[in-house]
């Protein structure tokens, strides 16, 4: 599959779960709602600055918005790294220490 397609698909996905509309989404990105429907089409290719602000309104990362998770990204972690990720996810956030979550954010943001 196209990988602009997919994009689209994804991309219309998380609007909607953000309950905002193509027309919404479009004005906080000063462009034409045609142009916003081109992108989750998949007929429009996309600008990368259009990507970092669609990840900063939809309130998600430019690497979910591209590749749909984050899996590709822990391939560059140990087995033992990967074991205490998933171990961190299961935790609660009250339950996760505050210098942890510091240094584990510190850490994966460098990626």
Do not use: C, H
């Amino acid at each position: 599959m196209n990988i602009y397609i997919e994009f689209g698909r994804r991309l219309a996905f998380i609007r909607q779960n953000s309950k905002l509309s193509q027309s919404q989404i479009a004005q906080k990105l000063n462009i034409a709602q045609s142009t916003y429907a081109g992108y989750e089409k998949g007929v429009r290719k996309i600008p990368l600055e259009i990507i970092v602000q669609l990840s900063k309104i939809l309130n998600i990362s430019p690497t979910i918005l591209i590749l749909g998770d984050e899996a590709n990204i822990v391939k560059e972690y140990t087995i033992s790294e990967q074991e205490l990720i998933k171990k961190y996810r299961q935790l609660t956030a009250g339950a996760r220490p505050a210098s942890f979550s510091a240094s584990v954010t510190s850490s994966l943001s460098s990626f």
